[in-house]
């Protein structure tokens, strides 16, 4: 009989190493992608009239970024637990090159970089920044820099989970109503990777981190 063997936290090693697997993919292939961004590709798309969902896409989801990469800051060296190690990590590395390859295509349309103070009008329901979907409060991130152990890990998966799912809304609407292919292939894969990650989560919270 087979025998499936567990990390320090109690994961199945299988998961984790479809987790990495996948992982490694993802960031590959977001990387391939956004090299259109800095080669020749990026100025002939440019030469394309970006819409309010390009524009307002890749500014909110930057900001948007910004957030789960300090998540992942607050709980990556922590002891925590293997899963979460791994998640945060990984998370940590692909958002930090889609969120340079958004400021790139951003400088590159001749739009700003800096944090808006209002976001998703893009998608028709305005709101100030802090109030945009999937964000911790920030006593929730206060909480989840002050926690420790399992139960930090725990705040950690509730925290992006919730971040996931308001992303990958935003990336879908982008997916259906940008105009630049490169803007709707990046929402995409964002969704895509997102939902993946919503997967793991679910079974960790279910598991190891009940």
């Known amino acids: 009989m087979r025998r499936t063997t567990r990390t320090d936290d109690g994961a199945p090693n299988t998961a984790r190493r479809s987790f990495l697997a996948f992982g490694a993919l993802a960031v590959a292939g977001t990387a391939l992608a956004a090299c259109t961004a800095t ?3 990026a100025a002939g798309e440019s030469a394309e009239t970006p819409n309010d969902t390009d524009i307002g896409f ?3 989801m930057a900001l948007h970024h ?3 990469l300090a998540m992942c800051q607050r709980v990556i060296g922590r002891d ?4 979460v190690q791994s998640l945060a990590a990984d998370i940590l590395q692909n958002q930090s090159f889609e969120r340079g390859v958004m400021h790139t295509w951003l400088t590159v349309w ?3 970089t800096a944090p808006p103070e209002t976001v998703m009008g ?3 329901m305005e709101m100030p920044a802090a109030e945009m979907m999937g964000l911790a409060t920030d006593e929730q991130m206060s909480s989840l820099a002050t926690a420790t152990g399992i139960a930090q890990g725990r705040l950690f998966l509730t925290l992006m989970r919730a971040h996931h799912v308001g992303g990958v809304h935003m990336a879908e609407m982008a997916t259906e109503n940008a105009a630049i292919a490169n ?3 990046t929402a995409e894969r964002m969704a895509t990777i ?3 990650e919503i997967g793991i989560i679910d079974q960790l919270v279910a598991t190891t981190y009940a």
């Open 39 to 41: 080669d020749s590709d």
């Open 58 to 60: 890749f500014t909110d």
């Open 66 to 68: 910004e957030q789960a």
């Open 80 to 83: 925590n637990g293997d899963s």
């Open 110 to 112: 001749g739009e700003s």
């Open 122 to 124: 893009w998608m028709g």
């Open 183 to 185: 803007v709707r292939t």
């Open 194 to 196: 997102q939902n993946y």
